[in-house]
């Protein structure tokens, strides 16, 4: 059974990969929240190079009882849900708050400005990347702190 479903999986994922980028090891963090296939959305745990059989990088779930090749990475795409739940807020209708800029969303794509930047942002893993970057800290799901 387990066969099938990955077959099924894989067979998803090269359609799914053939509209998008192929997720880089580079752009993983530790913490970073993925799709998993099976096991639904999980927090990358480790990364990994060329191990059990693994060519490349893979993740590593659930204290080591779940790996996942990078390139079956399944991103999650970022919602008006997805920002409240990370506790961000519109300000008078304005687009949500996100430090001392703004998340705005421009013909269903997420964008975070501030002055004279532009950055898209449609994949939490990049919003999570992101406020590192910015602040040293995670970005955390409210319900969590």
Same mark, same amino acid.
């Given at each position: 059974?387990?066969?099938?479903?990955?077959?099924?999986?894989?067979?998803?994922?090269?359609?799914?990969?053939?509209?998008?980028?192929?997720?880089?090891?580079?752009? /993983? $963090?530790? &913490?970073?929240?993925? #799709?998993?296939?099976?096991?639904?959305?999980?927090?990358?745990?480790? +990364? *990994?190079?060329?191990?059990?059989?693994?060519?490349?990088?893979?993740?590593?779930?659930?204290?080591?009882?779940?790996?996942?090749?990078?390139?079956?990475?399944?991103?999650?795409?970022?919602?008006?849900?997805?920002? /409240? $739940?990370? &506790?961000?807020?519109? #300000?008078?209708?304005?687009?949500?708050?996100?430090?001392?800029?703004? +998340? *705005?969303?421009?013909?269903?794509?997420?964008?975070?400005?501030?002055?004279?930047?532009?950055?898209?942002?449609?994949?939490?893993?990049?919003?999570?990347?992101?406020?590192?970057?910015?602040?040293?800290?995670?970005?955390?799901?409210?319900?969590?702190?």
């Amino acid at each position: 059974m387990h066969s099938i479903r990955f077959l099924v999986f894989y067979n998803f994922n090269i359609f799914r990969l053939k509209s998008q980028s192929m997720l880089d090891a580079k752009d /993983l $963090r530790i &913490g970073n929240l993925f #799709n998993h296939f099976e096991d639904g959305i999980l927090p990358i745990e480790e +990364i *990994k190079k060329d191990s059990d059989g693994f060519q490349g990088y893979y993740a590593v779930f659930r204290n080591g009882s779940t790996k996942c090749h990078v390139s079956y990475l399944i991103p999650i795409e970022l919602t008006e849900e997805w920002l /409240l $739940r990370f &506790g961000l807020t519109k #300000n008078n209708g304005y687009p949500y708050k996100f430090l001392d800029g703004f +998340i *705005k969303i421009r013909n269903g794509e997420y964008f975070f400005k501030y002055h004279t930047l532009d950055i898209k942002v449609n994949y939490i893993h990049t919003l999570q990347n992101l406020y590192f970057a910015l602040t040293n800290k995670e970005l955390t799901l409210k319900d969590e702190k």
